[in-house]
């Protein structure tokens, strides 16, 4: 079996000797944050959350990404919250990329690890700490749940990466995979969040052009991402932020795999209220 990584933000500042020159980047479709541009002086802080803080890699904006935030989040050791999610109509999905912190959720405790995830279902009572000596490193993607009339709320997920065989994308011989933490068929979500590996040299073959909003955080790898007009270079550590129909397509650069978290809007009617 592959060994995955997951990359984590090194946070501090670049020296002064350094070159302003970054690929950082923000259209109309698309924008790029580099791993470099994830420096302490870009952080924030959340009420009721303790030894604490976080990148805000993507929030709601009119006219651009408008169903998720996705955060970043860096718990020092003996941090965490007793009250992390003030907003009862928000469900979340977490992913740690380094360290362990122990989720409280549904009267259990569960040990989480690089690899580990948790999709919160919305109105959840959850609680989140750092019983460790180093500090723990996860994402913490946001949406407002649209329940549906005759479907009940899912239930939480709590699930290991490496314990879950990846699905093939059709026709490629396994070299491009998702694996996947809740059941594609099952309506009651109306997120999905995921990990798209492709092997070095393996192409996304076409210019997908959709309705889903998508936020990408390279975990592993480099690749050549062409975003609406443009090819960018990412890495482990980058951001991509695209919003709905933005075309998009990639080559994996290897030497390695290229994989990323993925999160996007699925299984809902579009609102016409807008």
């Not at 980047?25 to 924030?44: G, H, K, L, N, W």
């Not at 122990?102 to 995830?117: D, F, R």
């Not at 009940?152 to 995979?177: F, K, L, N, R, Y």
Request: with cysteine.
């Amino acid at each position: 079996m592959t060994e995955h990584s997951y990359h984590v933000p090194e946070g501090g500042l670049p020296p002064q000797t350094g070159l302003l020159t970054d690929r950082a980047v923000f259209t109309e479709s698309y924008a790029v944050i580099p791993r470099r541009t994830m420096r302490d002086i870009v952080t924030s802080r959340l009420p009721h959350w303790d030894k604490t803080r976080l990148w805000v890699l993507a929030r709601p904006m009119s006219g651009f990404a408008e169903t998720f935030s996705h955060y970043l989040m860096e718990v020092a050791a003996g941090g965490g919250s007793t009250r992390p999610e003030p907003d009862r109509g928000a469900e979340g999905a977490l992913f740690v990329v380094g360290g362990a912190v122990v989720l409280s959720i549904s009267g259990g405790e569960h040990a989480m690890k690089p690899g580990s995830y948790a999709h919160i279902p919305a109105g959840t009572d959850w609680q989140l700490r750092n019983d460790e000596d180093e500090a723990a490193a996860f994402h913490w993607i946001r949406k407002t749940y649209q329940p549906v009339a005759g479907l009940a709320p899912p239930d939480p997920v709590i699930a290991q990466e490496a314990s879950i065989a990846p699905d093939p994308m059709p026709d490629t011989h396994g070299q491009w995979s998702t694996t996947r933490f809740v059941d594609p068929e099952d309506m009651r979500h109306d997120m999905h969040v995921t990990i798209v590996t492709l092997a070095p040299g393996c192409v996304i073959p076409f210019m997908e052009t959709h309705v889903m909003e998508h936020g990408l955080y390279v975990l592993q790898g480099k690749a050549a991402y062409k975003l609406n007009r443009d090819w960018v270079e990412v890495e482990a550590g980058d951001y991509m932020w695209l919003r709905a129909f933005c075309p998009q397509a990639c080559y994996a650069g290897g030497p390695g795999p290229f994989r990323y978290l993925l999160y996007k809007d699925v299984n809902r009617h579009m609102p016409l209220d807008r």
